[in-house]
T-cell receptor
Framework: GNSVTQMEGPVTLSEEAFLTINCTYT??????LFWYVQYPGEGLQLLLK?????DKGSNKGFEATYRKETTSFHLEKGSVQVSDSAVYFC??????????????FGKGTKLSVIP | GAGVSQSPRYKVAKRGQDVALRCDPI?????LFWYQQALGQGPEFLTY????????KSGLPSDRFFAERPEGSVSTLKIQRTQQEDSAVYLC?????????????FGEGSRLTVL
């Protein structure tokens, strides 16, 4: 079956530090990959996505590259801000077939950025 | 409203009670999903509707769980004879597409605590 493994949190960084949150996956076929973010008191929202190998998703200064050879989709940001404090979820979706609309999520990584 | 609305936000039930959780998706969104998020875990798929049709209920953990979307808009997740293991946050999400893009809009969730 499909699964997503992301680095354990919580992660605490100082403002302007470099961020990496690791995510690896197991899937049959060629899934689409996502990062969702949950800010305090809000629902999950899509941060970025990539649908095929070597695609790079980017948004709000965050980036992640779909690496088929390492089955990874690590999230990076060059300079974090206090407003980036949130829980980040890596997720995948099968490309086709039964259940192709289901998202499989990792456990989430809580990021705290201190001034 | 502009986003996905869920009610109640918090529900405390005694073991054995029935509960009903409501989801009001973004107007016009065809697809509606329910996910269950246990403490410290990522969301797990429960069920999927396309308009009023429930196309997949494979994630419902037992026959005590029932979901409906009779008019293709508002949905209700019902849990009968609640058990302590049902304690979780129940997330509703909607999408304007048929659901296969993985780009979902989530509500803030309904937190259920079973005593």
């Amino acid at each position: 079956g499909n699964s997503v493994t992301q680095m354990e949190g919580p992660v605490t960084l100082s403002e302007e530090a470099f961020l990496t949150i690791n995510c690896t996956y197991t899937a049959t076929g060629y899934p689409s990959l996502f990062w969702y973010v949950q800010y305090p008191g809000e629902g999950l929202q899509l941060l970025l996505k990539a649908t095929k190998a070597d695609d790079k998703g980017s948004n709000k200064g965050f980036e992640a590259t779909y690496r088929k050879e390492t089955t990874s989709f690590h999230l990076e940001k060059g300079s974090v801000q206090v407003s980036d404090s949130a829980v980040y979820f890596c997720a995948l979706k099968d490309a086709s077939g039964a259940g192709s609309y289901q998202l499989t999520f990792g456990k989430g990584t809580k990021l705290s950025v201190i001034p | 409203g502009a986003g996905v609305s869920q009610s109640p936000r918090y529900k405390v039930a005694k073991r054995g009670q029935d509960v009903a959780l409501r989801c009001d998706p973004i107007s016009g969104h065809v697809s509606l999903f329910w996910y269950q998020q246990a403490l410290g875990q990522g969301p797990e798929f429960l069920t999927y509707f396309q308009n009023e049709a429930q196309l997949d209920k494979s994630g419902l953990p037992s026959d005590r769980f029932f979901a409906e979307r009779p008019e293709g808009s508002v949905s209700t997740l019902k849990i009968q004879r609640t058990q302590q293991e049902d304690s979780a946050v129940y997330l509703c999400a909607s999408s304007s597409s048929s659901g296969d893009t993985g780009e979902l809009f989530f509500g803030e969730g309904s937190r259920l605590t079973v005593l």
